[in-house]
């Protein structure tokens, strides 16, 4: 059983569509994550959801609009594609331990490579 | 804010050579410290972890030691192996309840047989 998944694995579009990134958790995780991997692997936070509640929201063009509809589903739709969007979306999970007690782990999904042409 | 700081790659290896991975952080609080390996065509997934100054995490040969003295949680191997292939990530986690994670620019390692 995959612990996080994300669908599609592999996603080609034209500029201006606008399209989805579907992420489901089977973990029990409280949170949940979007990062956004480009060509060099940098990896850069984008939104990060707890209990369906948006806690993180890094500068990002508001195109791109994360939607929780429970803690074990997070979804990004990204409107009008630009060529720059073009990367690899990684969804990903955690659980905060108690203050002090432990360390917050993540669990990265296999990531969602979106090619704008 | 928080950040880390990792060396640049590529780093090219012959198997059985000794592995260093630099990796120095900036934290106003008491931070949790992570290593995260990526596996071609794969999602980050964790190697070793320390949640506090002078702990040492470890797993699969790897070793990391927490250094508050010197902001540090340097990668080691003694003997790499082809497999250990990947883009290697230092990460850093707050504390508390706050459940940001701040990834590094990752190291790409490659070792040759």
Redesign the interface.
């Known amino acids: 059983d995959t612990a996080?998944s994300q669908t599609p694995k592999y996603l080609v579009t034209q500029m201006g569509n606008d399209k989805s990134i579907k992420c489901e958790q089977n973990l029990g995780h409280d949170?949940m994550?979007w990062?956004k991997q480009d060509s060099?692997?940098?990896?850069k936070?984008m939104f990060?959801y707890?209990n369906k509640e948006l806690?993180?929201n890094e500068t990002v063009p508001n195109r791109f609009s994360p939607k929780s509809p429970d803690k074990a589903h997070l979804n990004l739709h990204i409107n009008s594609l630009e060529l720059g969007d073009s990367a690899v979306y990684?969804c990903?999970s955690?659980q905060?331990f108690p203050?002090?007690s432990?360390?917050?782990?993540?669990?990265?999904?296999?990531?969602s490579r979106l090619t704008v042409l | 804010g928080d950040s880390v700081t990792q060396m640049e790659g590529p780093v090219t290896l012959s198997e059985e050579a000794f592995l260093t991975i630099n990796c120095t952080y900036t934290a106003t609080g008491y931070p949790s410290l992570f290593w995260y390996v990526q596996y071609p065509g794969e999602g980050l997934q964790l190697l070793l972890k320390a949640t506090k100054a002078d702990d040492k995490g470890s797993n699969k040969g790897f070793e990391a030691t927490y250094r508050k003295e010197t902001t540090s949680f340097h990668l080691e191997k003694g003997s790499v192996q082809v497999s250990d292939s990947a883009v290697y990530f230092c990460a850093l986690s707050p504390g508390g309840n706050n459940n940001d994670m701040r990834f590094g620019a990752g190291t790409r390692l490659t070792v040759k047989p």
């Open positions: 996080v949170t994550y990062y060099k692997k940098f990896l936070i990060s707890n806690i993180i990684f990903a955690s905060v203050s002090g432990g360390a917050n782990v993540l669990t990265f999904g296999a990531g």
